[in-house]
């Protein structure tokens, strides 16, 4: 296995079987939090996870992404460390005060969490499960059946967060081939990897499920998406978004820019008929946005090109080849 979210198949047969299923808990390859409370109707208590071995922020954005596809605003944190036995306790104290400032900033409350020294080295990872509340309605539109024909909406450029990681751990050896200015090019930041705004316009225009990418990249995004709703995917591959450096940086390292960490990106479903509504509630809050394709009876996974010359069956795809890159 490379580093990431655990491959599909894997997570399906060895974690996801041996988990009880209730209407409460919802867990399954697709979902990206859980329902905790729904006796205090018509607020649902909600729980998502946000992991990073880069950075506290990451996590913790990864975390409201999350809680945000299910209309959900977080209310309180609980922090999780894994540290190598080499790892400093300042690199500790540091990590914890830059948390502390991010939610304090965010108006959020620190309720628990846990610290563990493990294994060898100074890796240290983070896991932040945030809490958050959303309406027992929405809760059920982003949980409804979804049939065949159904829009397949995508938000946000294919592996730009990747790129940007290659671009900021990567800078000497790209100088053999690109310029500084258009390395800098590459560079998102973390504000530009919330999602809120766009979930709440595509729940405000009546979508029927919410996924954010994330490891794997949009590839696996719709693999999930597949699986979660139990039907095939068809994708035009020159309807998903992609930034040409992005594609550039990924063929200057040989990796497949669509397998990119994809952190930012949604894809989300919805039927024909409210898809006009879901333009205009994306539109009216200015957010970019490509109707990509469709969900289908057959059960297959394609993304092909209009003269199809591209036609690639998708697999279940596991971590991002961004971790090699950073050794």
């Known amino acids: 296995m490379i580093k990431g979210t ?29 329902v905790l409370d729904k ?48 790892c400093t306790e300042q690199a500790i104290r540091d990590k914890m005060n830059s948390i502390c400032k991010l939610a304090k900033a965010k108006g959020l409350q620190i309720i628990g969490g846990n610290t563990a020294i493990t294994g060898a080295g100074d890796e240290l990872t983070i896991t932040i499960t945030a809490y958050g509340r ?13 049939t065949a024909d159904m829009a397949v909406i995508i938000i946000g ?40 705004a766009a979930c709440q316009a595509l729940i ?5 499920m919410i996924h954010d990418v994330s490891f794997g990249g949009i590839y696996r995004a719709l693999v999930e998406v597949s699986e979660r709703t139990g039907l095939g995917i068809d994708i035009l591959h020159e309807d998903i978004p992609i930034q040409q450096n992005t594609i550039e940086a990924s063929e200057f390292w040989n990796i497949n820019p669509y397998q990119l960490l994809g952190t930012g990106g949604i894809v989300s479903v919805c039927h024909e008929e409210k898809l006009n509504d879901v333009k205009a509630a994306l539109d009216k809050r200015g957010i970019e946005f490509s109707v990509a394709g469709k969900l289908t009876k057959d059960g297959a996974r394609v993304v092909h090109s209009r003269d199809d010359k591209i036609s690639r069956s998708l ?12 050794g």
Do not use: W
Request: aromatic share 6%; glycine share 8%.
């Open 204 to 208: 405000e225009g009546g979508v029927s």
């Open 134 to 146: 959303s309406d027992e309605k929405v809760i059920e539109q982003l949980n409804e059946k979804c």
């Open 6 to 34: 655990i491959n599909t198949r894997i997570l399906k047969r060895s974690i996801l079987k041996h988990i009880a299923r209730n209407d409460i808990t919802g867990v399954g390859v697709g979902m990206d939090y859980a």
């Open 39 to 86: 006796t205090s109707s018509p607020s649902v208590l909600i729980v998502a996870d946000g992991f990073s071995a880069i950075s506290e922020a990451m996590a913790l954005q990864r975390a409201l992404n999350n809680l945000a596809t299910a209309g959900a605003k977080a209310e309180k944190i609980m922090i999780n460390l894994l540290v190598g036995a080499d």
């Open 157 to 196: 450029n294919a592996g730009a967060y990747g790129a940007s990681l290659i671009a900021e751990t990567r800078t000497e050896e790209m100088l053999s081939r690109f310029s500084e200015s258009y390395i800098a090019s590459m560079h998102i930041s973390e504000n530009e990897l919330d999602i809120e």
């Open 315 to 326: 697999n279940y795809y596991e971590g991002d080849e961004i971790f090699s890159l950073r």
